[in-house]
């Protein structure tokens, strides 16, 4: 359960990180046409790449926190059943027996004939 938190956290802060490096990136350019801030982003890169860049790190940012909020949503619903489960007796007394019977109807006029079946028992 916490690989899972961990994990999550670590998508976040990758898009994260690169979603703020190109935002950076992108404002430097737009306030200082024709250079480059960040080496990692030279001039061949052009804006519309690094717009599309920047939303895709934001789109991964943000799924990633739907992702751990699903997470966690489920850990909860896992937990609230393994309680409600924690005194469920699974000891060898759990059973179930199948014997025949017979049943009489109590009819008015004593018209009903009796009628084999088979009665099922379970003990939890």
């Excluded at 992108?26 to 599309?52: A, H, M, T, W, Y």
């Amino acid at each position: 359960m916490p690989a899972g938190f961990v994990g999550i956290g670590l998508v976040f802060e990758f898009n994260n990180r690169y979603y703020k490096q190109t935002l950076t990136e992108l404002q430097f350019r737009f306030n200082n046409p024709g250079k480059s801030q960040d080496p990692e982003f030279p001039l061949q890169i052009s804006q519309e790449q690094l717009v599309q860049a920047k939303d895709f790190y934001r789109r991964n940012r943000d799924l990633s926190i739907f992702g751990g909020i699903l997470f966690y949503g489920i850990v909860a619903i896992d937990a609230y059943i393994d309680a409600r489960l924690a005194r469920f007796d699974v000891s060898q007394n759990l059973s179930f027996d199948i014997k025949p019977s017979i049943y009489v109807p109590s009819l008015v006029g004593n018209l009903g004939a009796p009628v084999p079946m088979l009665k099922l028992t379970v003990r939890l």
